[in-house]
């Protein structure tokens, strides 16, 4: 028995305990292989599963470095048979490979000829292998490199793809670097990604990541296909990549609801490629046929189904996907990594605010209790309308109005999911309002005049929370949110992580409604960001007091 923060168990959980001394190191340390499943006040739970040992081992760690880990920071000794399932499913990626050479094409390689036999028993997978060349060896046709990662992945048998890319159209981007430089950690990440091919870069909002996408394209030089979330988000790359490249307006395309326009760099949104017309989706297919060098993939974990058969089929091109979290709500991540590629960098996102390099944040949970006048209402619902009732109710504008009173002058953000709350919260604050109806000129506008300090009040629905840069937002307040989405918690706190001007710090509140299934979804969202060593203090909102500006206890 040792004095370490770590308790590992054979069911593969590991539970930390938060206030150890070591408790932070030990976090860094498994935080490549293992995912965080509870997070309450003294004891995290953590999950070691077979998708993070594979990122991991593609990553760069081998079974040797994840075996230490566990074992130098447990308090007990680590059972022997989890150390060996360990070293076992690590080894399993890289034992099958898909290679290309110039006589025989497209090819599955195995390390041992009993690997390849017991794939090619798997009848989704004998459909997609060609002629067999000899006791470790099969064809592959180039078509269905993707169908067959895919395919192998379920299997618990992921591939290493060695096969390499076309070419695609040369265009040569270069960095217009005499303002500014990239950070370490973005050279880091360009790297990482060119030297490994394709694969997913995950930094947190407000780190960056259009400058990793501008540095690979700079270090590539070829035509680029970028998928971004909405048109706004589509115009801040247009806007970052003119300003921070040798790229010009010429050659920046926008395909979009409102622009069809196909150029070397081309931006077009995940809404426009997946819309369909007679059972086909005409602008996917349109694009795909495209030549491209680099596919740049925004907020990757964010992917609809349609863009991930594209994916499939695009397997020969360079592909990037940016993130702040990996995390999928519907379970998806492992397409992620069997489409787009392994994770070739991760910073954690306490090492960056250390750094200067984000903000620092104080996350408030304040909760509110359900008015004795609906509690049998709210008892007697349908679990379907539960959710609404509590994340909903209007005790919690009073609330807003608040911590709104007590940030008096500093730039703030309301989000949120329900539209009827959010109108009625802008018209008490005289705040602006932004959701999916607000035009995109006018949705410009509001952010610009934002950014500008014009206005230091907004109410913003979903459509806020990806890839909108509001680098002097300082306050944000959570009224409600899609369930228990992980991602979503950590791309809201994301709006205030830019850092500001005048260094201050940032303050996310979450109003949640105690004993509601309100509560129940906040304490999951939060699981991401207690991963990353955010800690939410808890406040009853009868004793949250108006004009102190600093973070509540």
């Known amino acids: 028995m040792s004095d370490g923060p770590l308790i590992v168990q054979s069911d593969k959980s590991l539970l930390l305990e938060v206030d150890h001394p070591r408790a932070h190191a030990a976090r860094l340390a498994i935080a490549a292989f293992a995912e965080l499943e509870r997070a309450p006040e003294h004891v995290h739970t953590y999950r070691i599963t077979d998708l993070g040992l594979w990122n991991a081992r593609a990553a760069g760690y ?49 390390a041992e000829p ?21 006791e470790r060896r099969v064809r592959v046709a180039p078509s269905q490199r993707g169908a067959l990662k895919q395919a192998l992945l379920k299997l618990s048998r992921p591939v290493e793809d060695l096969a390499g890319y076309v070419d695609g159209a040369a265009h040569p981007i270069t960095l217009d670097e005499q303002d500014w430089q990239l950070r370490p950690y973005q050279r880091e990440a360009v790297d990482g990604f060119t030297h490994g091919g394709s ?123 940016l993130t702040a979290t990996l995390v999928r709500e519907d379970g998806r991540e492992g397409e992620v990594f069997s489409l787009i590629g392994p994770k070739r960098y991760d910073a954690p996102w306490k090492d960056l605010e250390a750094q200067g390099y984000i903000a620092p944040a104080a996350c408030t949970e304040v909760r509110v209790d359900l008015p004795a006048a609906d509690r049998m209402a709210y008892a ?35 989000i949120g999911q329900y539209l009827d709350q959010l109108e009625e919260i802008a018209e008490r604050l005289g705040a602006d309002l932004i959701t999916g109806k607000t035009p995109v000129r006018r949705r410009q506008e509001l952010f610009a005049a934002f950014r500008a300090g014009t206005i230091t009040r907004l109410v913003v629905s979903k459509v806020a929370n990806f890839s909108i840069d509001l680098p002097e937002a ?49 304490a999951h969202r939060q ?26 206890r």
């Open 380 to 414: 007697m619902a349908e679990p379907s309308d539960r959710a609404r009732l509590g994340a909903a109710h209007g005790a919690k504008i009073h609330v807003v109005e608040r911590i709104a009173a007590r940030h008096a002058g500093e730039p703030l953000l309301v």
């Open 527 to 552: 699981r991401f960001l207690a991963e990353q060593g955010y800690a939410y203090s808890i406040v009853d909102a009868e004793d949250l007091e108006a004009g102190s500006n600093g973070p509540a």
């Open 474 to 522: 300082s306050v944000a307040v959570q009224v409600s949110g899609t369930f228990g989405s992980r991602q979503e918690e950590a791309q809201r706190l994301g709006r205030l992580l830019r850092p500001k001007a005048d260094g201050r710090g940032a303050h996310f509140y979450t109003v949640v409604m105690r004993d509601t299934q309100d509560q129940d979804f906040a």
């Open 114 to 134: 009993a690997d390849l036999e017991e794939v090619r028993r798997a009848r989704k997978v004998a459909e997609l292998l060609g002629a067999r060349l000899d």
């Open 199 to 321: 694969g997913v870069v995950v930094l947190p909002c407000g780190a960056g990541k259009t400058l990793v996408g501008a540095g690979a394209m700079a270090a590539l030089g070829r035509t680029t296909l970028i998928l971004a979330t909405s048109t706004v988000s589509a115009r801040q790359w247009r806007d970052e990549l003119l300003a921070r490249t040798s790229l010009t307006e010429a050659e920046i395309g926008e395909y979009s609801g409102d622009r069809k326009e196909l150029r070397p760099v081309t931006i077009a949104t995940y809404q426009v490629l997946t819309m369909k017309r007679r059972g086909v989706h005409p602008h996917l297919e349109l694009i795909s046929a495209r030549d491209w060098g680099l596919i740049i993939y925004d907020e990757v974990h964010l992917l609809p189904a349609p863009v991930f058969r594209m994916t499939a089929d695009l397997q020969a091109r360079r592909r990037l996907g």
């Open 62 to 110: 081998d079974a040797e470095t994840v075996v230490a880990a566990l074992v130098d920071h447990s308090r007990y000794p680590v059972p022997h048979a989890l150390l060996l399932d360990v070293a076992e499913t690590m080894a399993r990626y890289g034992r099958l490979r898909l290679v290309s050479t110039p006589r025989e094409g497209l090819v599955l390689e195995a």
